[in-house]
T-cell receptor, first 113, second 111 residues
Framework: NAGVMQNPRHLVRRRGQEARLRCSPM?????VYWYRQLPEEGLKFMVY????????ESGMPKERFSAEFPKEGPSILRIQQVVRGDSAAYFC???????????FGPGTRLTVL | QKEVEQNSGPLSVPEGAIASLNCTYS??????FFWYRQYSGKSPELIMF????GDKEDGRFTAQLNKASQYVSLLIRDSQPSDSATYLC???????????FGAGTRLFVKA
């Protein structure tokens, strides 16, 4: 059973470009969470999604950030017009229905030049 | 006050000793508690979860929860150098979907 998959693993963008981060949950998992981690800091919750629904986006910046989890395909975290402060590791986690334990993907390291 | 607080460490213990990692949380409505291990440059890995007051043991790991004191801990027995990592405490409210993580405690196990 493959784990949570994220791609790309490393992403370099220039200021003002768009970043698209993809996450495929574990098989049988319908809940997806996105987190951001700055160096030497803990994980910060961004958004929680189920298939085709955003359930809780209270941790997501109001501007430039969006997330989706379509019926088919991976979950996408989209950052428009990136700035240097967006440089961080972005982790996706998934859990099966009825369970709270989250299983993390390897992360995407975003660097904004 | 931070929602989930951990001593940043580093905590240094000799090989074979017991490592004790502590965490306090501010929301009395918290219902679920998790410990994750994160190696440098890697993603968090779930070690333990606990929902009820008391102790829960899994191999060399024991999670302890005291809801009255809003305190959760992780004990690692017979610590090994491979246990050297950052340990993240995480808390979720009852019926909630948002998991709040502490900043982590860095553990060093000296051979």
């Amino acid at each position: 059973n493959a784990g949570v998959m994220q791609n790309p693993r490393h992403l370099v963008r220039r200021r003002g470009q768009e970043a698209r981060l993809r996450c495929s949950p574990m098989k049988g998992h319908s809940h997806v969470y996105w987190y951001r981690q700055l160096p030497e800091e803990g994980l910060k919750f961004m958004v929680y999604l189920q298939k085709e629904n955003i359930i809780d986006e209270s941790g997501m910046p109001k501007e430039r950030f969006s997330a989706e989890f379509p019926k088919e395909g991976p979950s996408i975290l989209r950052i428009q017009q990136v700035v240097r402060g967006d440089s961080a590791a972005y982790f996706c986690a998934s859990s099966p229905p009825g369970h709270e334990e989250e299983f993390f993907g390897p992360g995407t390291r975003l660097t904004v030049l | 006050q931070k929602e989930v607080e951990q001593n940043s460490g580093p905590l240094s213990v000799p090989e074979g000793a017991i490592a004790s990692l502590n965490c306090t949380y501010s929301d009395r409505g918290s219902q679920s508690f998790f410990w994750y291990r994160q190696y440098s440059g890697k993603s968090p890995e779930l070690i333990m979860f606990i929902y009820s007051n008391g102790d829960k043991e899994d191999g060399r790991f024991t999670a302890q929860l005291n809801k009255a004191s809003q305190y959760v801990s992780l004990l690692i027995r017979d610590s090994q150098p491979s246990d050297s990592a950052t340990y993240l405490c995480a808390v979720r409210q009852a019926g909630g979907f948002k998991t709040i993580f502490g900043a982590g405690t860095r553990l060093f196990v000296k051979a």
